[in-house]
């Protein structure tokens, strides 16, 4: 039963350019969620897709945005690139309405903005 | 505040130690709590969930105090395979997690 993939594994991009990051959920699961962890710190929420809407969002700027598609893949977008955005970008999925307890995360994306 | 706070660390212990985390939190409405474990550049994974005063599985145990929004996770005969960040976790909304900044432990022999 394959688990929640993320791809790429690592980035490198210049401040000022464009990234998409990329999440295939759990077999079963049907919403998925992006955390980004910069260095040091815990994971911190940037918003939740489900039925192929943006369902929560946290406190990060319009730079960031998603996407969910019709077999339930997500793509998270970060727009005009900063030294700051560097961090590992996790994905989760879970089952809508089941609650915390599913949470499956990925492996993560690990980008570095130079 | 933040919604929920961690020492960051980091502890250092020997093998067959015994070892407590401490997390507060700041939602009172929140009814259940994660303990979650992070290897060096790696996924968070579940570890433990406590609702009730509390939980243990094998050397872990999990405790929650409501009345001071505290949660604390105690490891038993700590193991070289125990060193790794141990983050806690408060759902929002039943579906957003926060997480706390995460205490950092290492195991020596």
């Known amino acids: 039963d394959a688990g929640v993939t993320q791809s790429p594994t690592h980035l490198i991009k210049t401040r000022g350019q464009q990234v998409t990051l990329r999440c295939s959920p759990k077999?079963?699961?049907?919403?998925v969620s992006w955390y980004q962890q910069a260095l040091g710190q815990g994971p911190q929420f940037i918003f939740q897709?489900?039925?192929?809407?943006?369902?929560q969002r946290g406190n990060f700027p319009d730079r960031f945005s998603g996407h969910q598609f019709p077999n339930y893949s997500s793509e998270l977008n970060v727009n005009a690139l900063l030294l700051g955005d560097s961090a590992l970008y996790l994905c989760?999925?879970?089952?809508?309405?089941?609650?915390?307890?599913?949470?499956?995360f990925g492996s993560g994306t690990r980008l570095t903005v130079v | 505040r933040k919604e929920v706070e961690q020492d960051p660390g980091p502890f250092n212990v020997p093998e067959g130690a015994t070892v407590a985390f401490n997390c507060t939190y700041s939602?009172?409405?929140?009814?259940?709590f994660f303990w979650y474990r992070q290897d060096c550049r790696k996924e968070p994974k579940l570890l433990m969930s406590?609702?009730?005063s509390g939980n243990e599985d094998g050397r872990f145990t999990a405790q929650l105090n409501r009345a001071s929004q505290y949660i604390s996770l105690l490891i038993r005969d700590s193991k070289l395979s125990d060193s790794a960040t141990y983050l806690c976790?408060?759902?929002?909304?039943?579906?957003?997690?926060?997480f706390g900044t995460g205490t950092r432990l290492q195991v020596f022999p």
């Open positions: 939602n009172s409405a929140s009814q259940s």
């Open positions: 897709y489900y039925e192929e809407e943006e369902r």
């Open positions: 406590v609702y009730s």
């Open positions: 976790v408060v759902p929002y909304n039943t579906d957003k997690l926060i």
């Open positions: 989760a999925s879970s089952v809508a309405f089941d609650g915390p307890w599913g949470y499956t």
């Open positions: 077999s079963g699961h049907d919403t």
